[in-house]
Every structure is written in structure tokens, then in C-alpha cells.
């Protein structure tokens, strides 16, 4: 029988999708007590730090670490050309085959930590250390612009990766779907325009640090990240180390979102740490303070978009060519029944910063918004009507998508329906919307609003095995997983604490440590529940049926429900109880102690593994969508957001808290990220102007009116109960949406992201 | 570009420019007008914001609201009484009180998310009542000072913790402490504030997760208490 994890509900009355639940990580999060990376102290820690450059592209032609050795409390200095680090690389995710060196005596960019690491007694003394360092630069040929790296006879720039670009292109990438040139042919319009995208970052809170310390042959280690595994892998792969001897201790982490903890020089820390810590045989932290803002959004570049359209608004065909790191139209073609797509994207090396994954989907779902947006605009049609219109899956329409539902057991409905539904009733559209330019205020700005929507992610399954006992009464998950801010053991908790009959307050994970590697989720982001959801449901069952075996089982002085067999028992708020007589129960507590040997401390249920593969092809039923008001002041080119509906089908929601904790956050960066983020570069330096959280925007309490949360549940995902991961999915949705807000104030286009003052006045010519 | 061997210029470092000229910065905030503003009045919403460099290590003790003892010539040692114990912290010129309190004293829930700028608020502490940054603040001019911090808070049990979780007012947590320090330091001076005060006193916080409405809905809720 074919697995169908998506038919599983969650028993009613259980901790899933219950309100007011405890978070498992509030007091300590509240009081301070709970521990980061850069708060690990351990006997005898040392610190690092490495040198960053001050130019964009430069090579070390000299370096003297005569005077930084010298000063007292210093104990190493690691150049890039001894033979511990010298070659060592480390792998982006998701860039091909190209790898990084650790520490190369070349930067790529400014503030790049290059050259050598010094370790010092304190973090102080690593400071005045590397200041005392006598470093000859001798300055490169640098591209802040991706046409300029692109242009015929550009000085080849990054030569240090390995592969190397050619001719300045990283990678490019090309998808086809059906055939556009026969779609553009079968339109009514052609629409073309082109959007920008520059630089934002994740400005993640919490600077980045790793820990190591080698006790004999054993490395411990204290990482920020999403996915430990990668760093395991890579010092098992790269550099010898045994896992089986390495503990990788995931701390809780201070505004992750993904992308700082993908980066590569994260992994390139790690693996400097370790050969740090080896060196001096102390304890290690390296410490790289400005990392938070070298990690950039995956979406920056230059994106040409062609449409055929009909009258009516049912879109043919779309192409995108454009200079960018990644492609556009993905989630378009997995959410629509656009049947003709094509895109290119060159992504070209540059020396800005590297760039990976945060808040990780952007580039696509600004696809969707730019799309839906000038559709809408060309044919003076609702854009919400547009994406109904449009609505389907991969390139077929939604009556598809049902056959597909019936097919494979999932509830028959139309998401986006439900979520325009919701969507639209709560922010007040129909009031609300008008045609562009055509609602002045009486204080003289000019109102508008914005939409998007596309499909949800994630609902992969992730074959990872999963671990419990029971020890005193309480389920232990043998788990480690990273803390991305869902409150993840709780979530954890919930279902287990479902699935078993157990009181939420009776399962635990303390998901810190190694515990033998069993991972619960990679990653552990937004998609780390989601992804071991099955794996937990059905080792969480096995766990029951080990409880309940243990209730009928032999044993001095009798069982504890004596004649019974299995079946006749169930487990309600960590009580057995026989179904026919509910009143007949004992503890999970009393029974488990019974059977565990010498004491309380032996569990005598271990219940472990994965769950069976989910063999349907994965397809994206599940959309969530985005309405934004504005006032646009004409006059000074402020967009002022005065409210924000977001509504999400979430499959299943696990924790409706957290999740819309996530759906509001989600919403303040995305919507911060369309209107004011980015960097600013020097373009005669390559020197960033606003790294730093005083320059660089980040919102504050006072930066966006109200952001008004809605969830539903179709049960459309993958996996168990049928959930959709979320967080990401919000940031991403919503960064865009500011343009399309705009053009309904004003009629005109604004399609230069983020929308500041600057680029609103020169849209409206004013400047 | 044409290719040059250049060397990097010596610069003078935040700190050393400190210990070199002696001058104590008075915890401000970009973005909040309820951190301590130069003048040491009172503040309410409505204030604008001012950064204010002292003139001398005197008027800025005198900056912190009441009368304190001259401050120490030099470095030292500077007693401390942190959540209700008193330490005796070996200082220099120009190590500051966020340090002293989280690698002397040991207390984690002082962050350092913005590197010592004063633009984040994940290093507020109360000060003698007053909410300060203490990246900012010198140690040694801090002496004979009283100082609350979040787990002091949570060792007497207030009841913005309990809020605190009821409300979700944590995601990553890196911002927690710092904002609930600065939600205690508001009640203290304002019981019953409003929304809008609330806001306003929370905005020198920066939580990149987004959680201030959890904050405001907490801080309400201990007010009707």
C-alpha cells in the first residue's frame, strides 16, 4: 500500500495546532540563560580572529606577524600558506562544483577575513594583534557591478575558486518548459519590462563564532548552524576527522534565517577553529564579528521579463533572461498553469560579498510579483483575479491538480481559493483596491495597495532517523537539531506527545547535543519540522506500541492489566487505559519503571528509525498570499506600509504561535526588504558604507503598521498530516510587494527594489 | 585600475580613542527616545533623541538621574552590585560595563549584537533605575553603582517573564533580555503606559525576528496587574 503520511490527523485534543502551549525555550530565552555560540565558555579558551581586508579585490604580497607575535597574550598566528590550512576548501551549497579556500591570501571582497587568524587570550588582545600586523596589498581590478565583471575583456576576478569562473560566469542557468516563442504567438499582448534588485543582507543578530577544543583524538565543537551535518561531513571528508569522534554541539542561534548558517565561511570557519584548537592544544573560539552582513540575498540582479497574455488575463507564456545568481520563474511554473516558460539566469562573479540563501526564495517569489503585477496593470485587471485565473500547477490547470488529490488520498481543495478568500475578507480588498493612480488622500498622498502570492515550501521528506526512550515517566527525543526561533523541541513535543497519548509537558528534547548524530532535521530552519514530521510520527507509534506492550506483559506479582492484550489499550495524558473501561489506568510513568533495570535511568522502550519513503512525485497544493495598503507621499517619495494581511495554508499547523510569530516576522523583513534594505557600496572603493546596524535599516517597532495573521489548513503537503514549513516563505513573499503597491498609488512603475525615496522620486520624475 | 602596493593605514581603534582622551560616553540608542538622553531627565515619548558626549567623566556619573560619589581616577577595581550581590571587578580605562558583566561576572543575557556601536539595545541593563546600553557605558566610571539585568529579573520572579512566555515573545531569544530589561526599565517609570509608549520605548531594540508586537501584548498585560 502506497505511503500516505498526508491522510494522517493528528489525534483530536492533542498538542498539535493547540494554542497557549509553554515554549519549551521561553524561560531560558527570557531570563538570558539561553546559550549562543558567542556566550560558550570553556577552561582554557582561547580566542581568533582574522584579518579582514579593506579593499574589494587584493592580494597579501607581504605579510610580517613579526610585531603581533611578539605582543605578550598572543599564542598563534595561522598564515594561509602553512601547510595546516594551505588548500583547504570548503563547498557552497547549491553552487555547483566550486569550492573556497578556508583562508586564502587574497580577498574577494571587502571585509573578507583573509590572510591569517591570530590567537590571542582575549578578543581584545586578537584586535591589537592583527593591528600590529605589517600587511603589503597590492589592489586588484574589482566589479561591484555584475555588467561590468560581464563586460568583453573583464579582468578575470575570483581566479582562487576553484573551479574558476570563466569569463567572470559562475554558473548559468537555463529552464524550458513547453515552448514560449509559440505562446508569445498565441497571445493577444506582449508585455516587457525589466526589474532591479540590489543588495540586501541578513544582518543576522548574532555574530558568528565556533568553538573547538581536541580532548586527545575527540573534537568538540560549538557551531552556529542550521545544518550541522555539513560541517561533520566536510571535517570527515576534508580533513580526516572521524565523525564518530567529533561531538558538534548546536547552540541556539541569534537571527539565523538561514543563509549565515549556509554560507561557506562558516564551514571555513569551522575548519580553521579545529586546526586552531589542534595547534595550540587549548579550546578555541574564533570569533568573526562582521559576518552578519557579509551573508547577501540570492535574489540581487537584473532581470529582463517578457509576457504573452490574453485579453482576459490568462497568461501564455513568460521568459526571463537575466544577470543573477538564480532564476525567477520556479515557483511561477510549480504554481500555475502558465504552460510555456523559459528562463536564463548568468550569474556573474563579483566583489560584493558572497551570497546564500537568506531568507532563501525571494528571487522566485519576486517573479511571481512582477508578473501578476504588470498582467494586472496592462489589462486594468484585478491582480488577484489574475493569479485565480492563472492558478494550476505545472503548467496544468487545477482540474489536474484534483485528479491528482483523488489519486493520492489529499482533501479536494483549492488553495489559493481559500487563501484569496480569507485574504481578501480580512484586509478589506474590495474596499480597498482600486485602479492605478486614481485614490489621492486628503493629506495629499496617494493610496495604494500590493499583492502576491505564490505556492508554499517546504514539505520535503528527509529519510533522518529519529530516536526515543522513556526514562521516569518521560519520552527523551535523542536529538540534535539547530534552533532557528519555532521553539523546536516543542514542535517536536507536540507531535510526539499526539502521536503517543502523552502529555505535551511529559515529552522532552534537549536538542543541543550530538547524542550519536541522530539529526531531526536538515535543515533545521523553517523546513526542519516538516521535513522529519513522518520519521517522528511513526517512531513516536512504535514507542506507543512498546508502552503498551510492556502494559500486558508478565512480570512479578502480574501484569499491569492482567488478560488484556494490546488492543484493548490506549494511552490518553500519559495514562494506559483499557478503551472499554476508561477508568481502569495506570501511568506511562509506573509501568515504564517497572520494566527499566537497576533504577529509573534504563528505559525499556527504545523506539528508533525512519519512516517509509513517500514515492508520489511532490507537487505544490498549498499557496499563501500577501496584501499590503500604503500611502505614497509624492511630494517627499516616502511609502508609508499602514497595514499588511498575510494568510498562509500551512497543510497542518503544528504551533498556530509560532507560526504566526513567523508569519509576522516574516512579514516585517520582507516588507522591509522591499521598501528600504540594501547595501550601499563606494563604487570607486568596493568599500560597503553600511555594514553596520547603525546605517543599515533595519526595522524597528516603529517602521510598519499593523501586520494582521491568518492561517489555514488543506492538508496538502507531503508529509505527515500534511504540513508545509513556513517563516521563510513570508519574508520572501513579501519583498517585492511594495512596487506593486506603489504602481496602484501612482500608475507609475517602480520596478528598482528596494523602493526608497530616491528611486520613488525618480520613477515619478520628480528628480 | 592600475596595480599598487599600498599599505593599510594605521587607524585608532574605538577603544583606544576612548582610553586615550578618558572620555565616558552616556548610554544613548539610535531609534529610541527611552534610553537615557544626555540630560538625565525624564523621559517620555515624546522626546527627540540626543547623543551627547559629556564633557567630563563627572557630569556623565552625574548624567545617570542621582547623585553618585566621584568616579575612581584610574583603572582598577570598581564594585559593582549586580542583581543584588556586590562584585569587585578588575577594570581598565576603557573596558566597558557590557563586558565586565558578561565575562567577569558571567551574565550571558547581556548580547553583543551590534559590536559596542550603542545600536541595538541587546546590551541594555537597568542602571540605578535607569535603562542603559552598556556597550557604551565605561566600567570605571560605573562604580557603586546598582544594576538589574534580565536574570536578576528572573530570579525575583517578575512577572514580565511569565508574560514574556506567555506572549512568544521570543524567536531566536538573542533580543530577549535586552528588551525585557527595557520593558521592566518603562514600567518602572510608566505603569500603565500605552501602546504608543510602548513602542516608542522599545524601538532602540532591534529584534530581526520581528516579535514586537509580543512585546507590547506582554507589557500590557503586566500593566493591568
Not at chain 2, 19 to 24: F, K, L, P, T, Y
Given at each position: 500500500?502506497?505511503?500516505?503520511?498526508?491522510?494522517?490527523?493528528?489525534?483530536?485534543?492533542?498538542?498539535?495546532?493547540?494554542?497557549?502551549?509553554?515554549?519549551?525555550?521561553?524561560?531560558?530565552?527570557?531570563?538570558?540563560?539561553?546559550?549562543?555560540?558567542?556566550?560558550?565558555?570553556?577552561?582554557?579558551?582561547?580566542?581568533?580572529?582574522?584579518?579582514?581586508?579593506?579593499?574589494?579585490h587584493?592580494?597579501?604580497?607581504?605579510?610580517?606577524?613579526?610585531?603581533?607575535?611578539?605582543?605578550?597574550?598572543?599564542?598563534?598566528?595561522?598564515?594561509?600558506?602553512d601547510?595546516?590550512?594551505?588548500?583547504?576548501?570548503?563547498?557552497?551549497?547549491?553552487?555547483?562544483?566550486?569550492?573556497?579556500?578556508?583562508?586564502?591570501?587574497?580577498?574577494?571582497?571587502?571585509?573578507?577575513?583573509v590572510?591569517?587568524?591570530?590567537?590571542?587570550?582575549?578578543?581584545?588582545?586578537?584586535?591589537?594583534?592583527?593591528?600590529?600586523?605589517?600587511?603589503?596589498?597590492?589592489?586588484q581590478?574589482?566589479?561591484?557591478?555584475?555588467?561590468?565583471?560581464?563586460?568583453?575583456?573583464?579582468?578575470?576576478?575570483?581566479?582562487?575558486?576553484?573551479?574558476a569562473?570563466?569569463?567572470?560566469?559562475?554558473?548559468?542557468?537555463i529552464?524550458?518548459?513547453?515552448?514560449?516563442?509559440?505562446?508569445?504567438?498565441?497571445?493577444?499582448?506582449?508585455?516587457?519590462?525589466?526589474?532591479?534588485?540590489?543588495?540586501?543582507?541578513?544582518?543576522?543578530?548574532?555574530?558568528?563564532?565556533?568553538?573547538?577544543?581536541?580532548?586527545?583524538?575527540?573534537?568538540?565543537?560549538?557551531?552556529?548552524?542550521?545544518?550541522?551535518?555539513?560541517?561533520?561531513?566536510?571535517?570527515?571528508?576534508?580533513?580526516?576527522?572521524?565523525?564518530?569522534k567529533?561531538?558538534?554541539?548546536?547552540?541556539?542561534?541569534?537571527?539565523?534565517?538561514?543563509?549565515?548558517?549556509?554560507?561557506?565561511?562558516?564551514?571555513?570557519?569551522?575548519?580553521?577553529a579545529?586546526?586552531?584548537?589542534?595547534?595550540?592544544?587549548?579550546?578555541?573560539?574564533?570569533?568573526?564579528d562582521?559576518?552578519?552582513?557579509?551573508?547577501?540575498?540570492?535574489?540581487?540582479?537584473?532581470?529582463?521579463?517578457?509576457?504573452?497574455?490574453?485579453?482576459?488575463?490568462?497568461?501564455?507564456?513568460v521568459?526571463?533572461?537575466?544577470?543573477a545568481?538564480?532564476?525567477?520563474?520556479?515557483?511561477?511554473?510549480?504554481?500555475?498553469?502558465?504552460?510555456?516558460?523559459?528562463?536564463?539566469?548568468?550569474?556573474?562573479?563579483?566583489?560584493?560579498?558572497?551570497?546564500?540563501?537568506?531568507?532563501?526564495g525571494?528571487?522566485?517569489?519576486?517573479?511571481?510579483?512582477?508578473?501578476?503585477?504588470?498582467?494586472?496593470?496592462?489589462?486594468?485587471?484585478?491582480?488577484?483575479?489574475?493569479?485565480?485565473?492563472?492558478?494550476?500547477?505545472?503548467?496544468?490547470?487545477?482540474?489536474a491538480?484534483t485528479?491528482?488529490?483523488?489519486?493520492?488520498g489529499?482533501?479536494?481543495?483549492?488553495?489559493?481559493?481559500?487563501?484569496?478568500?480569507?485574504?481578501?475578507?480580512?484586509?478589506?480588498?474590495?474596499?480597498?483596491?482600486?485602479?492605478?493612480?486614481?485614490?489621492?488622500?486628503?493629506?495629499g498622498?496617494?493610496?495604494?495597495?500590493?499583492?502576491?502570492?505564490?505556492?508554499?515550501?517546504?514539505?520535503?521528506?528527509?529519510?533522518?532517523?529519529?530516536?526515543?526512550?522513556?526514562?521516569?515517566?518521560?519520552?527523551?527525543?535523542?536529538?540534535?537539531?539547530?534552533?532557528m526561533?519555532?521553539d523546536?523541541?516543542?514542535?517536536?513535543?507536540?507531535?510526539?506527545?499526539?502521536?503517543?497519548?502523552?502529555?505535551?509537558?511529559?515529552?522532552?528534547?534537549?536538542?543541543?547535543r550530538?547524542?550519536?548524530?541522530?539529526?531531526?532535521?536538515?535543515?533545521?530552519?523553517?523546513?526542519?519540522?516538516?521535513?522529519?514530521?513522518?520519521?517522528?510520527?511513526?517512531?513516536?507509534?512504535?514507542?506507543?506500541?512498546?508502552?503498551?506492550a510492556?502494559?500486558?506483559?508478565?512480570?512479578?506479582?502480574?501484569?499491569?492489566?492482567?488478560?488484556?492484550?494490546?488492543?484493548?489499550?490506549?494511552?490518553?495524558?500519559?495514562?494506559?487505559?483499557?478503551?472499554?473501561?476508561?477508568?481502569?489506568?495506570?501511568?506511562?510513568?509506573?509501568?515504564?519503571?517497572?520494566?527499566?533495570?537497576?533504577?529509573?535511568?534504563?528505559?525499556?522502550?527504545f523506539?528508533?528509525?525512519?519512516?517509509?519513503?513517500?514515492?508520489?512525485?511532490?507537487?505544490?497544493?498549498?499557496?499563501?498570499?500577501?496584501?499590503?495598503?500604503?500611502?505614497?507621499?509624492?511630494?517627499?517619495?516616502?511609502?508609508?506600509?499602514?497595514?499588511?494581511?498575510?494568510?498562509?495554508?500551512?497543510?497542518?499547523?503544528?504551533?498556530?504561535?509560532?507560526?504566526?510569530?513567523?508569519?509576522?516576522?516574516?512579514?516585517?523583513?520582507?516588507?522591509?526588504?522591499?521598501?528600504?534594505?540594501e547595501?550601499?557600496?563606494?563604487?570607486?572603493?568596493?568599500?560597503?558604507?553600511?555594514?553596520?546596524?547603525?546605517?543599515?535599516?533595519v526595522?524597528?517597532?516603529?517602521?510598519?503598521?499593523?501586520?494582521?495573521?491568518?492561517?489555514?489548513?488543506?492538508?496538502?503537503?507531503?508529509?505527515?498530516?500534511?504540513?508545509?514549513?513556513?517563516?521563510?516563505?513570508?519574508?520572501?513573499?513579501?519583498?517585492?510587494?511594495?512596487?506593486?503597491?506603489?504602481?496602484?498609488?501612482?500608475?507609475?512603475?517602480?520596478?528598482?527594489?528596494?523602493?526608497?525615496?530616491?528611486?520613488?522620486?525618480?520613477?515619478?520624475?520628480?528628480? | 585600475?592600475?596595480?599598487?602596493?599600498?599599505?593599510?593605514?594605521?587607524?585608532?581603534?574605538?577603544?583606544?580613542?576612548?582610553?586615550?582622551?578618558?572620555?565616558?560616553?552616556?548610554?544613548?540608542?539610535?531609534?529610541?527616545?527611552?534610553?537615557?538622553?544626555?540630560?538625565?531627565?525624564?523621559?517620555?515619548?515624546?522626546?527627540?533623541?540626543?547623543?551627547?558626549?559629556?564633557?567630563?567623566?563627572?557630569?556623565?556619573?552625574?548624567?545617570?538621574?542621582?547623585?553618585?560619589?566621584?568616579?575612581?581616577?584610574?583603572?582598577?577595581?570598581?564594585?559593582?552590585?549586580?542583581?543584588?550581590?556586590?562584585?569587585?571587578?578588575?577594570?581598565?580605562?576603557?573596558?566597558?560595563?557590557?563586558?565586565?558583566?558578561?565575562?567577569?561576572?558571567?551574565?550571558?543575557?547581556?548580547?553583543?549584537?551590534?559590536?559596542?556601536y550603542?545600536a541595538c539595545?541587546?546590551?541594555?541593563?537597568?542602571?540605578?533605575?535607569?535603562?542603559?546600553?552598556?556597550?557604551?557605558?565605561?566600567?570605571?566610571?560605573?562604580?557603586?553603582?546598582?544594576?538589574?539585568?534580565a536574570?536578576?529579573?528572573?530570579k525575583?520572579?517578575?512577572?514580565?517573564?511569565?508574560?514574556?512566555?506567555?506572549?512568544?515573545?521570543?524567536?531566536?531569544?538573542?533580543?530577549?533580555?535586552?528588551?525585557?530589561?527595557?520593558?521592566?526599565?518603562?514600567?518602572?517609570?510608566?505603569?500603565?503606559?500605552?501602546?504608543a509608549?510602548?513602542?516608542?520605548?522599545?524601538?532602540?531594540?532591534?529584534?530581526?525576528?520581528?516579535t514586537?508586537p509580543?512585546?507590547?501584548?506582554a507589557?500590557?498585560?503586566?500593566?493591568?496587574?
Amino acid at each position: 500500500m502506497t505511503y500516505q503520511p498526508w491522510t494522517y490527523r493528528p489525534p483530536e485534543g492533542s498538542p498539535v495546532g493547540q494554542r497557549g502551549l509553554r515554549r519549551n525555550d521561553g524561560l531560558s530565552k527570557a531570563s538570558g540563560a539561553a546559550l549562543y555560540t558567542k556566550d560558550i565558555k570553556v577552561g582554557g579558551m582561547l580566542y581568533a580572529k582574522m584579518l579582514m581586508s579593506p579593499y574589494a579585490h587584493a592580494i597579501i604580497t607581504n605579510l610580517d606577524t613579526t610585531a603581533a607575535a611578539a605582543l605578550p597574550g598572543v599564542v598563534d598566528i595561522l598564515r594561509w600558506d602553512d601547510p595546516d590550512i594551505a588548500g583547504q576548501r570548503s563547498a557552497r551549497l547549491s553552487d555547483g562544483n566550486q569550492k573556497w579556500l578556508c583562508l586564502a591570501g587574497r580577498t574577494d571582497h571587502y571585509n573578507h577575513q583573509v590572510g591569517v587568524a591570530v590567537v590571542a587570550k582575549s578578543e581584545e588582545l586578537c584586535d591589537r594583534a592583527l593591528r600590529l600586523l605589517n600587511v603589503t596589498w597590492n589592489q586588484q581590478t574589482f566589479y561591484i557591478a555584475d555588467e561590468d565583471a560581464l563586460a568583453p575583456g573583464a579582468t578575470p576576478i575570483l581566479t582562487e575558486v576553484s573551479p574558476a569562473p570563466v569569463n567572470n560566469v559562475l554558473n548559468t542557468t537555463i529552464n524550458t518548459w513547453g515552448d514560449v516563442e509559440a505562446g508569445f504567438l498565441a497571445s493577444d499582448r506582449i508585455i516587457e519590462f525589466t526589474y532591479f534588485r540590489g543588495d540586501n543582507l541578513s544582518a543576522c543578530v548574532e555574530p558568528a563564532s565556533v568553538v573547538a577544543e581536541w580532548r586527545g583524538e575527540y573534537l568538540d565543537m560549538w557551531v552556529r548552524q542550521q545544518n550541522p551535518t555539513l560541517i561533520q561531513q566536510e571535517l570527515a571528508l576534508d580533513m580526516g576527522i572521524p565523525i564518530a569522534k567529533m561531538d558538534i554541539r548546536v547552540t541556539h542561534q541569534g537571527g539565523a534565517f538561514g543563509g549565515i548558517n549556509w554560507l561557506p565561511h562558516y564551514r571555513q570557519l569551522a575548519k580553521i577553529a579545529a586546526v586552531l584548537a589542534k595547534r595550540v592544544k587549548q579550546p578555541v573560539k574564533l570569533i568573526f564579528d562582521e559576518a552578519k552582513f557579509q551573508c547577501a540575498n540570492d535574489d540581487v540582479g537584473t532581470y529582463n521579463i517578457k509576457i504573452g497574455v490574453k485579453n482576459d488575463g490568462t497568461i501564455m507564456a513568460v521568459s526571463s533572461d537575466a544577470i543573477a545568481m538564480r532564476c525567477p520563474l520556479g515557483k511561477l511554473r510549480n504554481g500555475s498553469k502558465i504552460p510555456n516558460i523559459y528562463q536564463k539566469s548568468v550569474w556573474a562573479a563579483n566583489n560584493r560579498s558572497h551570497r546564500q540563501m537568506f531568507r532563501h526564495g525571494t528571487v522566485e517569489t519576486n517573479g511571481n510579483q512582477e508578473v501578476y503585477s504588470h498582467v494586472a496593470g496592462e489589462l486594468g485587471l484585478d491582480p488577484t483575479d489574475v493569479a485565480l485565473l492563472n492558478d494550476g500547477f505545472e503548467g496544468q490547470d487545477w482540474a489536474a491538480m484534483t485528479a491528482y488529490q483523488i489519486a493520492n488520498g489529499f482533501e479536494q481543495r483549492q488553495s489559493l481559493a481559500e487563501v484569496l478568500d480569507v485574504g481578501k475578507t480580512a484586509f478589506g480588498w474590495a474596499e480597498r483596491w482600486h485602479l492605478p493612480g486614481t485614490r489621492p488622500l486628503a493629506n495629499g498622498k496617494m493610496h495604494g495597495v500590493g499583492f502576491n502570492t505564490t505556492i508554499k515550501w517546504s514539505n520535503g521528506q528527509a529519510q533522518k532517523n529519529v530516536a526515543m526512550t522513556v526514562r521516569d515517566g518521560k519520552v527523551q527525543l535523542l536529538a540534535r537539531t539547530s534552533d532557528m526561533g519555532h521553539d523546536s523541541p516543542g514542535n517536536y513535543a507536540r507531535v510526539v506527545a499526539a502521536e503517543m497519548g502523552m502529555l505535551y509537558q511529559d515529552v522532552t528534547a534537549r536538542t543541543e547535543r550530538d547524542n550519536g548524530s541522530f539529526d531531526y532535521s536538515a535543515p533545521g530552519g523553517s523546513s526542519g519540522l516538516v521535513n522529519t514530521i513522518c520519521n517522528l510520527v511513526e517512531v513516536a507509534r512504535d514507542a506507543k506500541q512498546q508502552i503498551l506492550a510492556l502494559a500486558v506483559k508478565d512480570r512479578t506479582g502480574g501484569p499491569f492489566f492482567p488478560g488484556k492484550t494490546v488492543e484493548e489499550l490506549d494511552i490518553k495524558d500519559s495514562m494506559v487505559f483499557e478503551i472499554a473501561n476508561p477508568l481502569n489506568t495506570k501511568t506511562v510513568k509506573e509501568i515504564c519503571n517497572a520494566f527499566s533495570v537497576g533504577g529509573i535511568t534504563q528505559s525499556p522502550v527504545f523506539a528508533h528509525g525512519t519512516a517509509p519513503l513517500v514515492t508520489i512525485a511532490k507537487k505544490y497544493q498549498c499557496k499563501h498570499a500577501a496584501f499590503v495598503e500604503v500611502e505614497v507621499d509624492t511630494e517627499l517619495g516616502d511609502i508609508d506600509v499602514t497595514k499588511v494581511t498575510i494568510v498562509d495554508d500551512e497543510g497542518c499547523v503544528i504551533n498556530p504561535d509560532a507560526c504566526n510569530g513567523q508569519q509576522y516576522g516574516g512579514v516585517h523583513m520582507g516588507v522591509a526588504k522591499s521598501r528600504d534594505e540594501e547595501r550601499v557600496y563606494d563604487p570607486q572603493t568596493g568599500v560597503w558604507l553600511n555594514s553596520d546596524l547603525i546605517w543599515y535599516p533595519v526595522w524597528t517597532s516603529l517602521d510598519c503598521g499593523p501586520i494582521d495573521c491568518h492561517l489555514i489548513e488543506t492538508h496538502g503537503g507531503n508529509t505527515a498530516y500534511g504540513c508545509f514549513g513556513t517563516g521563510e516563505n513570508t519574508s520572501a513573499l513579501t519583498s517585492a510587494i511594495t512596487g506593486d503597491a506603489f504602481y496602484n498609488a501612482t500608475g507609475v512603475r517602480l520596478d528598482d527594489f528596494p523602493t526608497t525615496p530616491i528611486r520613488v522620486l525618480k520613477a515619478l520624475g520628480k528628480i | 585600475m592600475s596595480e599598487e602596493e599600498k599599505k593599510v593605514p594605521k587607524t585608532l581603534s574605538r577603544r583606544e580613542f576612548l582610553r586615550d582622551v578618558g572620555v565616558a560616553v552616556s548610554g544613548t540608542a539610535v531609534g529610541s527616545a527611552f534610553f537615557l538622553t544626555a540630560s538625565g531627565k525624564e523621559v517620555g515619548a515624546a522626546n527627540a533623541v540626543t547623543a551627547v558626549a559629556p564633557a567630563s567623566a563627572a557630569s556623565s556619573i552625574a548624567l545617570l538621574g542621582k547623585p553618585q560619589p566621584p568616579p575612581a581616577p584610574s583603572a582598577g577595581v570598581v564594585s559593582l552590585t549586580v542583581n543584588g550581590k556586590t562584585y569587585e571587578c578588575a577594570v581598565e580605562n576603557n573596558t566597558v560595563l557590557r563586558d565586565v558583566l558578561r565575562d567577569q561576572i558571567g551574565l550571558t543575557s547581556i548580547k553583543d549584537m551590534c559590536t559596542g556601536y550603542g545600536a541595538c539595545g541587546s546590551c541594555a541593563v537597568i542602571m540605578n533605575g535607569r535603562p542603559i546600553l552598556s556597550c557604551l557605558a565605561l566600567a570605571n566610571e560605573c562604580g557603586g553603582t546598582v544594576i538589574e539585568t534580565a536574570e536578576g529579573m528572573a530570579k525575583n520572579n517578575h512577572p514580565l517573564i511569565e508574560a514574556y512566555i506567555q506572549n512568544h515573545c521570543m524567536q531566536c531569544g538573542y533580543c530577549t533580555p535586552g528588551l525585557i530589561v527595557t520593558a521592566k526599565a518603562l514600567l518602572d517609570h510608566i505603569p500603565h503606559p500605552t501602546e504608543a509608549q510602548i513602542k516608542e520605548a522599545i524601538s532602540g531594540n532591534i529584534c530581526r525576528c520581528g516579535t514586537y508586537p509580543a512585546h507590547v501584548s506582554a507589557v500590557l498585560q503586566v500593566s493591568t496587574i
